[in-house]
């Protein structure tokens, strides 16, 4: 977390929106790999956190923390899952599996970034089936078995048009300048 994202007004917004909308909806919230700036900011912004929301609330830094964190409110797999999600996602450059955080790995015994195994098999894979279905008009029996890909969140999506774009723009203004050349 980077000084910016600890303006007051930005926690105070947070916080209202969660007790304004998600009163009594939201489960927990665990922060890991906090930095000290954010800790510091914590300590006087719990101050104005309603008490059952603080009590929702867990910052976790160093893995031991986060890993006992995670064991007390996930089952193993999802826990396996979460912190080789967070080796791999510390890896500089990213990788290019974590970039393609939709799509289903190339080994099958390699991390999926998609979610833990059992979130892929009960969740992602049915839907997946069940859109192809209705999509495609094939029987069950004719879907692969896996699927190939599970479509991105939106914001990725939105991303990648937005550097298509800044790079089209950047290819278009090089043509130009090539042509003034002649």
């Not at 998600?22 to 309603?50: C, D, M, P, Q, S």
């Not at 031991?64 to 089952?75: A, G, L, R």
């Not at 069950?140 to 479509?151: A, G, S, V, W």
Request: glycine content about 4%.
């Amino acid at each position: 977390m980077t000084l910016s994202a600890c303006n007051p007004r930005l926690g105070s917004a947070v916080n209202s929106v969660i007790a304004t909308h998600y009163t009594e909806r939201l489960g927990n919230v665990i922060i890991v790999n906090h930095g000290w700036l954010f800790e510091g900011a914590w300590k006087a912004i719990k101050i104005f956190v309603h008490k059952n929301t603080l009590a929702k609330a867990r910052l976790a830094r160093g893995d031991n923390k986060i890993e006992k964190c995670f064991e007390e409110f996930f089952d193993p797999s999802l826990t396996r899952w979460f912190l080789q999600e967070l080796r791999l996602n510390k890896h500089k450059p990213m990788l290019p599996s974590q970039k393609s955080f939709w799509k289903p790995p190339d080994d099958p015994d390699s991390h999926d970034p998609r979610g833990c195994p059992d979130y892929v098999r009960n969740y992602l894979d049915p839907y997946y089936r069940q859109v192809v279905c209705k999509q495609t008009g094939m029987s069950r029996d004719e879907l692969p078995k896996t699927p190939p890909m599970h479509e991105p969140h939106p914001n990725y999506v939105q991303d990648m048009r937005e550097r298509a774009k800044r790079q089209q723009s950047r290819n278009q203004d090089d043509e130009e300048d090539i042509n003034q050349d002649w």
